[in-house]
């Protein structure tokens, strides 16, 4: 697996336009070979911003690049200039494989396989 993540830098005082932009939005992850599941996540709050976090599970890293060259990916960030929520700086990605993998009942799944 893969996990695909963004952090943002929210103004405070944007935090319920960020929220409401993502939760409009139409996903089209769904659309895409090797997606897996979708969060947006909400962090703690510093004196200049409220962190959030997307994070994208993969299949693995092969699709996501494709998710990135994608027709629904060019869709999905075809507004993304138009909003009106203020950032500290632009999302800052970070992409991680998945090395260890444990279920809900403790069962160690191999990545490596």
Same mark, same amino acid.
């Given at each position: ?9 929210? !103004?405070?005082?944007? %935090? /319920?336009? *960020? ?8 996903? &089209?992850? @769904? ?25 994208? !599970?993969?299949?693995? %890293? /092969?699709? *996501? ?8 990916? &060019?869709? @999905? ?37």
């Amino acid at each position: 697996m893969f996990i695909a993540m963004n952090r943002f830098r929210v !103004v405070p005082g944007h %935090e /319920e336009a *960020f929220e409401a932009m993502w939760a409009n939005r139409k996903g &089209r992850l @769904a659309e895409v070979p090797g997606y897996v599941e979708f969060h947006m996540l909400k962090g703690p709050k510093a004196e200049d911003h409220t962190l959030y976090a997307s994070h994208a !599970v993969w299949q693995n %890293e /092969e699709y *996501f690049k494709d998710w990135t060259k994608s027709d629904q990916f &060019r869709a @999905a960030h075809a507004r993304a200039g138009e909003s009106k929520v203020q950032y500290l700086s632009g999302p800052h990605f970070e992409g991680f494989e998945v090395i260890i993998h444990e279920d809900r009942d403790g069962k160690r799944i191999d990545e490596a396989a």
